[in-house]
């Protein structure tokens, strides 16, 4: 079944205590991005790859660190979380880098809450 | 800059009653819209998309949009509404050649039986 895994689904976590959530997808896309999701102000992208080692900053990026050293996995990496990063996480895949045309597919989220 | 408007933050409408959710973009370019929803603890799927063509678009569940340039508009319909349709409602908005898509705040549908 083609799918974007995101784990974990839930995490509560301390101020300062390094974290990473990860995200796979099993349709060979090239491009990746996350993104968070808070009330009022819908998705805001973080980071997107558009390739293997290919990494770009979204609209929100401070804070948050991305890798892609394989194609399908994009891993997210909060070094020092903070309570503003209490959010819901998403990951997304698409065919092509330019991800206008081509339909995003959406993981099922991570529920953060830092303390 | 693009940008995305989703005025209404929540759309309460009764069972099979007919539903508009608006969106209205900024962009001095040529751009390719989308609705995706969000059924409640899922991701986000895609419902439609606008590339070029017709300005009238059929998505799934029943769902369409119109593409009005002039208005900048991207407005989501559906004639009849199921309580199955209770979800949040995303509009979003790119350029063809940026790798970046621009999502609206959502707008909320709760379906009254």
């Known amino acids: 079944e083609a799918q974007v895994t995101q784990n974990p689904r839930y995490l509560i976590t301390v101020t300062g205590k390094k974290l990473t959530v990860t995200c796979s997808q099993n349709m060979n896309h090239e491009y990746m991005s996350w993104y968070r999701q808070d009330p009022g102000l819908g998705l805001r992208q973080i980071y997107y790859s558009m390739n293997v080692e290919v990494t770009d900053k979204g609209d929100v990026p401070e804070g948050y660190k991305v890798s892609r050293k394989e194609k399908r996995n994009f891993p997210l990496i909060l070094e020092s979380p903070s309570p503003n990063q209490t959010s819901l996480y998403f990951c997304?895949?698409?065919?092509?880098?330019?991800?206008?045309?081509?339909?995003?597919?959406f993981g099922p989220g991570t529920r953060l809450t830092v303390t | 800059a693009q940008s995305v408007t989703q005025l209404d933050s929540q759309v309460p409408v009764f069972e099979e009653a007919p539903v508009e959710l608006r969106c209205n973009y900024s962009s001095s370019v040529s751009v390719y819209l989308f609705w995706y929803v969000q059924y409640p603890n899922q991701g986000l799927q895609l419902l439609l998309k606008?590339?070029?063509?017709?300005?009238l678009v059929k998505g799934i569940n029943g769902f369409e949009a119109e593409f009005n340039k002039s208005q900048t508009s991207f407005h989501l319909r559906k004639p009849s509404v199921h309580i199955s349709d209770t979800a949040e409602y995303f509009c979003?908005?790119?350029?063809?050649?940026?790798?970046?898509?621009?999502f609206g705040s959502g707008t909320r549908l709760s379906i009254r039986p």
């Open positions: 979003a908005v790119t350029r063809s050649s940026a790798s970046k898509i621009i």
């Open positions: 997304a895949s698409s065919l092509r880098r330019l991800a206008g045309t081509y339909e995003q597919y």
């Open positions: 606008y590339l070029s063509g017709s300005t």
